[in-house]
């Protein structure tokens, strides 16, 4: 009687875990990664209320170990371009105007389109996963022409064909 009890505790939680977990999936797929994949239009003269990037993270990390974050947020990031400053969210929201930025880098693995700010009046950086190549070409774009330096990894990454 009792090995019949376990298995049928095991075909529940069996049949539960299948309907489940594919649901979490998509409401994870739904509430992350499509919304990063939208296009936005290449950035060219921003309005006063800015634009707000597509980002599925948000990191704060120390100036030069790019891959390393002394804090994350994945739940609510935020990053808005204004004309003159950009507001970011990791923990708190912060605002930083352009002539604050000593230099903007990117990086690449798998499943990661990274854009990291260096501050000139910080010792820390903020990196945003855009996981959207050509949105982040068009960020990169847009500092570019506003006199923001870009590291050179940066620049190859601009200027690196985009297979299609």
Not at 67 to 91: G, H, S
Request: charge should be positive; hydrophobic fraction near 45%.
């Amino acid at each position: 009687m009792e090995n019949i009890d376990i298995t049928i505790i095991v075909i529940i939680v069996f049949i539960f875990n299948l309907i489940t977990v594919p649901l979490i999936l998509f409401l994870l797929y739904k509430k992350i990664f499509k919304p990063a994949l939208v296009q936005i239009q290449p950035i060219e003269n921003l309005s006063p209320e800015g634009l707000q990037i597509p980002i599925i993270g948000a990191y704060t990390g120390i100036k030069d170990i790019p891959y390393w974050a002394i804090a994350r947020n994945t739940f609510n990031p935020f990053l808005k371009i204004f004309p003159d400053k950009i507001e970011y969210r990791v923990i708190l929201k912060h605002k930083k105007n352009l002539d604050q930025i000593e230099s903007i880098d990117c990086y690449e693995l798998i499943g990661i389109k990274n854009i990291r700010f260096n501050f000139a009046d910080s010792p820390f950086s903020f990196s945003a996963n855009l996981l959207n190549v050509e949105n982040l070409k068009k960020v990169l774009q847009y500092f570019k022409n506003n006199g923001i330096k870009l590291s050179d990894k940066a620049e190859k990454y601009l200027n690196k064909p985009q297979l299609s």
